[in-house]
């Protein structure tokens, strides 16, 4: 897609859609100082990837070495990687802290993390249901102090959402879930601003989909979507979820579909802060689509491909607090890119 | 101003004396325990090249190397027997009768009886090594109607061993506890099991793991000695072997190579990198807990249990192609300092050192010169074992020996930076021959031998 056609379409869709909460704190702005897209080749299969709110560094996990990988957006340069737990997928980091949680799916535990002096400073054991070994595979944290962890259950399909108290790290089954247990692949997502937890039950098809609200700290009620779904993203104050799959869904706070966008694959996504756009990961590239009219606006290149084949982590994308940044996981390691976006 | 000499003319009052008793008492009380000390490792010294293949003719059913890595027995299913295979000599020694297909085996500590699971001779063989036979069958009772045998065993400390059965003709077994004293057999009802269990002690025999064979629900199990209970784990997947540390508090099981702690959490995993060729087979684990081993075809896996990742391979001479999940191809056992495994494959055992972490020169006495290399190397090695007991490195008379003759003082304060290591470590240290002397005690081969055996010996701890 022509820039100025992309740019027109980002105007359009920032003009038409108003600030969703006004007085929201200032987010810091990325400063790209590269030609996107940018490639860091990394060895390794990655697992999941994360932008901290100051803009300054990309973590991602390395399920093959065991490890977080740091990626300075200063030097734009791979830092001395960080041991973790067996096999490590989710991770999330805890906002006005230095802490990264690292889901060790290879154990029943999470590791804690100080990035600032990169170093694993803990593991924190995670419990297991009717001794099964249930382990965790994605994090997301709250603002009311709590995570979610989701687990899958080693050689079965069962798995589950369990509740840890990041002041105690004492970790516990929810016995409030609205969904019964037995599923495993459960995404994980927070907004932004960590008022709200987007889930996807993606093994189930067709897939559903939660809300959780930091605020009550409940569960709403669930959204059975048409399609399977393999990931999901929010918005900034979890206003806008996008589930997608073979299809994407756009749906409101409530859960409520606005609109479908229906162009075929399989992929990961993110949306833009203030939930006027998503992006969609596609076998070499990711697809701009406005969550206004549900239509592919745009797309960018990330110089490198995207092979979605098991264990589907290959083009999961984290997306800067201001929407600037986008860092997608590639077949051979990780693309910054430069989203253009200039909204809120 | 009341001075010390005063104050200590003053008759005690009868409450501080009594006070002053307990704090003595208490005192006494806690230098008990903290007396307690583990007895080290005896470190395989005897000499051969890795990997070695002893070629055995027959099926075989399970291996065990004896805590003074003096021998390695194995049972031979086919020719109903034990094979005795003299680790000083690498021979094989006059096989021992025993019972109809005999597979599991497990030496008792402090004795010379081995207990061997005939498995389709429906008892247990004990043997007594110092005679070198069978002394006499302890009849299994079967659980159900069928013919059953036992086919794994493993002794614990607390006078009981605990041994599986198979059900022939069916894919069932039972659980079963052997009073060793009485010899008494009792059933175990916790838990059902499978015709491929497998049983293991911990070095210590403070901890038996069982993994329930022929069930892909993968339960994994641990019995706790000193209370004498169960407590499990499903680990979703056909298992084959199960292994503990020296002291039972790290488990891993195979394929697949779950490590799990003391209170069976699943603290890692170690995915195979190639699931084209065989993965099944067996395992081990150091003493220490730190490293992990697992057949793989004609290699074995060394797996570092901390980062969980696989960090080298070693090669047993030898294929183990043919397993196929029931026999025990790929099955080994890994002697008490950690330093030697015997691994059954497709035609004997294959004995295979562990690391290479071997000292400068093969010392022989009144031959090899003593090298400034000898004890710079023993410096190191100390000071490494002092820095994992978290004490400080040792600070050594003439840092460098570059062209200096090695002097009693090497050596004596060599001892006694190891011997503070082994009181932090809490094991009981080894005694030296002969007390040196400034300038008058020539150094001998065995004084730097003796040290490398306490040094090897407390990196197996």
Not at chain 2, 96 to 112: C, H, Q, Y
Request: glycine share 8%.
């Amino acid at each position: 897609m022509k820039k100025g056609l992309l740019a027109a379409a980002m105007i359009v869709a920032v003009a038409t859609c108003p600030r969703t909460v006004a007085t929201q704190s200032a987010t810091a702005t990325c400063s790209l100082g590269f030609s996107s897209p940018l490639f860091v080749p990394i060895t390794g299969t990655l697992g999941s990837v994360v932008i901290d709110d100051a803009c300054q560094n990309v973590y991602l996990t390395n399920n093959t070495w065991n490890r977080v990988e740091r990626i300075s957006l200063q030097t734009l340069t791979l830092g001395t990687p960080i041991q973790v737990g067996s096999l490590p997928v989710g991770l999330d980091l805890r906002p006005g802290t230095n802490l990264l949680y690292v889901a060790n799916s290879g154990g029943n535990n999470i590791s804690v993390v100080d990035i600032a002096q990169g170093i694993e400073l803990r593991k924190i054991i995670t419990p297991t249901q009717d001794f099964n070994t249930d382990c965790p595979f994605f994090i997301a944290i709250a603002n009311n102090g709590l995570a979610l962890v989701s687990t899958d259950s080693i050689g079965s399909t069962g798995g589950s959402v369990i509740q840890l108290d990041l002041n105690t790290e004492v970790a516990a089954l929810r016995p409030d879930r609205p969904f019964i247990l037995g599923f495993d692949g459960i995404r994980l997502r927070a907004a932004a601003d960590r008022s709200a937890i987007a889930i996807a039950l993606t093994s189930l098809s067709p897939s559903s989909v939660f809300r959780y609200s930091a605020v009550s700290n409940t569960f709403g009620a669930e959204r059975r979507l048409d399609n399977s779904v393999s990931d999901i993203a929010a918005s900034r104050t979890g206003s806008r979820l996008f589930p997608a799959g073979y299809q994407a869904e756009v749906l409101d706070a409530n859960l409520n579909v606005l609109g479908r966008y229906g162009e075929s694959s399989e992929g990961s996504v993110a949306v833009s802060p203030d939930g006027s756009l998503g992006y969609r990961s596609r076998p070499s590239a990711i697809d701009v689509v406005s969550l206004q009219t549900f239509a592919k606006i745009g797309q960018l290149a990330v110089g490198d491909t995207l092979t979605w084949q098991f264990p589907y982590w290959v083009g999961q994308m984290a997306i800067s607090g201001d929407g600037r940044l986008i860092a997608v996981m590639t077949d051979h390691g990780v693309s910054l890119v430069a989203t253009g976006y200039t909204g809120n | 101003l009341t001075t010390v000499a005063e104050s200590s003319r003053r008759p005690a009052s009868p409450l501080l004396a009594i006070l002053l008793a307990a704090i003595v008492l208490l005192s006494a009380v806690r230098t008990d325990t903290q007396s307690v000390r583990s007895v080290a490792a005896i470190v395989c010294d005897f000499e051969f090249t890795s990997p070695t293949l002893m070629p055995v003719s027959g099926s075989l059913g399970g291996i065990v190397i004896d805590d003074r890595c003096e021998h390695a027995y194995i049972t031979n299913t086919t020719a109903n027997r034990v094979e005795d295979l003299s680790l000083k000599t690498m021979t094989l020694g006059q096989p021992i009768s025993v019972g109809a297909g005999p597979k599991g085996l497990d030496l008792r500590p402090g004795t010379n009886l081995l207990y061997v699971a005939n498995a389709t001779g429906g008892s247990i063989s004990v043997v007594d090594l110092s005679q070198h036979a069978e002394v006499r069958r302890i009849t299994s009772p079967p659980s159900t109607n069928l013919p059953e045998s036992p086919n794994s065993i493993a002794i614990a400390n607390n006078g009981l061993a605990l041994y599986a059965t198979e059900i022939h003709g069916s894919n069932g077994g039972a659980l079963f506890q052997l009073e060793l004293s009485t010899e008494q057999v009792t059933r175990r009802t916790e838990y059902f099991v499978g015709d491929t269990t497998r049983l293991k002690a911990s070095r210590e025999r403070n901890v038996l793991g069982i993994v329930i064979g022929g069930n892909s629900g993968g339960q994994v199990i641990r019995y706790d000695a000193a209370t004498a209970t169960f407590r499990h784990r499903y680990l979703g997947r056909f298992l084959s072997q199960i292994n503990l540390d020296r002291r039972g508090v790290q488990l891993i099981t195979v394929p697949g190579a779950y490590a799990l702690d003391a209170a069976m959490n699943l603290a890692g995993t170690v995915p195979h990198s190639n699931t084209t060729i065989n993965v099944w087979g067996g395992s081990e684990i150091a003493p220490n807990g730190r490293i992990g081993y697992r057949s793989l075809g004609s290699k074995i896996d060394v797996m570092d249990l901390r980062t969980f990742l696989k960090t080298g391979e070693l090669s047993i001479g030898d294929t183990t192609s043919s397993f196929n999940g029931i026999d025990a191809l790929g099955m080994m056992d890994l002697s008490d300092d950690g330093r030697v495994l015997a691994v059954i494959s497709d035609h004997g055992i294959s004995m295979v050192r562990t690391r290479s972490d071997a000292f400068t020169d093969t010392l022989v006495a009144g031959t090899t010169p003593i090298r400034a290399v000898h004890i710079t190397e023993l410096r190191d090695r100390i000071n490494g074992l002092r820095t994992l007991y978290g004490l400080a490195e040792s600070a050594w008379t003439e840092p460098s020996l570059t062209g200096a003759f090695v002097k009693a003082v090497h050596v004596a304060e060599l001892r006694a930076a190891l011997q503070q290591a082994y009181d932090a470590a809490s094991v009981t240290p080894p005694t030296f021959t002969d007390q040196l002397q400034q300038s008058a005690t020539p150094i001998k081969a065995l004084h730097v031998k003796e040290l490398r055996n306490a040094v090897l010996a407390l990196e197996a701890n």
